[in-house]
């Protein structure tokens, strides 16, 4: 099981490392003049989604395979880090909307609100650390 953690841990580092710098690219595209410079944001969020994508598969495969492990589980604090890993999982989801505007030019956000919404992997990254190493519950 301590490969299966180990592995889990190496994709959850590669997808928060996208969840941190995606919106980032929000922001500095939402400041972006250029038609050349468009295109490269355009084709840098699309490919980074994409690895950012197999990070989330790959931790939540694991994580799934850690879960079975330790069937039955009678902790709360793996239930909630579950729920919060969801709840990650819809956000990671709805940063193809962004995606989305930024390639149509549809975009009406401001680089401000990609800066708070840089902030929320950071507060589920807390949450889930401090669940799956104090274990309060």
Known sequence: MLWIKAFHII????????LFY???LFVYHTEATGEAE??????MERKLFAIMSIGMLG??????WLWLG????????????????LLLIGYHHW???????FRTRSNT??????????????LFLIA?????????F
């Not at 330790?70 to 890993?85: D, I, R, S």
């Not at 680089?111 to 992997?121: D, H, L």
């Open 11 to 18: 994709f959850m580092v590669t997808w928060f490392a996208g």
């Open 22 to 24: 995606l919106p980032r």
């Open 38 to 43: 468009h295109q490269r944001f355009v084709t």
């Open 59 to 64: 931790t939540v495969v694991l994580g799934l």
């Open 70 to 85: 330790y069937w039955p589980v009678q902790t709360g604090w793996l239930h909630a880090k579950f729920g919060l890993a």
């Open 95 to 101: 940063l193809i909307v962004p995606i989305k505007r």
């Open 109 to 122: 956000r401001s680089a401000r609100f990609y800066r708070v919404v840089n902030e929320i992997p950071a």
């Open 128 to 136: 889930m650390v401090l669940l799956a190493v104090v274990k309060p």
